[in-house]
Structure formats: C-alpha cells, structure tokens
C-alpha cells in the first residue's frame, strides 16, 4: 500500500460515520465509470479468505468466537 493511500485510510478512520457514508458513495460513484479486469479465481478467493479472517479476528478481539 502506498503512503497516499494509507494517508487515506488514516484519514478515512478519523472521520464521522455519516461522512464515512458521503466518502463511500462518492469513491464508488467515481470508480464506477472505471474499466478494469475482472479478478481471477485465484483473487477471488485470497480477498474472501482475508475477510473471513478479519472477521475472525473481530469475533475474538470481541469475546464472540465460537468453538466447535
């Protein structure tokens, strides 16, 4: 990632929700109109894993995971 974009998210974090709502519409507004590839398998599934496991990480962070 490069620092502008980490100097975005950054920024982004700091924000309000309800400006977190007007950023998000706006940058999907505008990416919208992009023309880009579409991901491969291989991507698919390395960004489904890496959200799973955030998500998994939230769930303990917060005392929720399950064990089985």
Do not use: G, K, T, V
């Given at each position: 990632m490069t620092l502008a974009v980490e100097f975005l998210i950054?920024?982004?974090?700091?924000?309000?929700?309800?400006?977190k709502k007007q950023f998000a519409f706006e940058v999907l507004r505008r990416i919208s109109d992009l023309d880009y590839a579409a991901l491969s398998d291989e991507e698919l599934l390395l960004s489904a894993e890496a959200v799973f496991l955030e998500l998994d990480q939230q769930e303990v962070s917060d005392g929720l995971a399950q064990t089985w």
């Open positions: 950054d920024s982004f974090e700091r924000l309000s929700e309800r400006e």
